[in-house]
């Protein structure tokens, strides 16, 4: 049978229930990253730890067999920022004078910088930390084809 929807005013709700949803409280993602906080990290790089790690405590992404790679993603990032920090006070590029004239050259800091972001590229992809990651991550994607497996 068609006709309109039925418009759901307050008097009418009664036979609408919502479920509530499940979501675990702030205080328990925050106490279980922090007891997978290695003890070996500097205070710059525990401060990204807490900032991203219960997040992904929450989403599942972080384990305590994944600790030791979130740990070398903190102090990656945390070079990173360093290198970039100095990199903008001191310019990128020196200028020196040769024979050939003057030339403008990259600073050995930033063939560094330019493989610590390697780096850290891999390890974003790997925790599912850019949209597109995240994407690939979700249930249903990395699923597409199981159940093959038996022909």
Known sequence: ??????KLTTANRGNIASLPL???????HFARAKSLLPAHL???ECE???????ELVRLGRLKPHFATAFAEYCIILNRLI??????DKQEWHLVTGGRNGEQHRSRPAVAQYNDDWRKYNSLVSK?????????????????????????
């Open 42 to 44: 500097t205070p710059a």
């Open 82 to 87: 360093t290198a970039r920090r100095e990199l």
């Open 127 to 151: 925790f599912g930390l850019t949209p597109t990651d995240e994407r690939s991550m979700q249930t249903g994607q990395s699923d597409l084809f199981d159940g093959f497996d038996d022909f």
């Open 1 to 6: 049978m068609k006709g309109a929807k039925p």
């Open 48 to 54: 990204i730890w807490n900032a991203q790690a219960p």
């Open 22 to 28: 499940h979501e675990e409280p702030q205080a328990i």
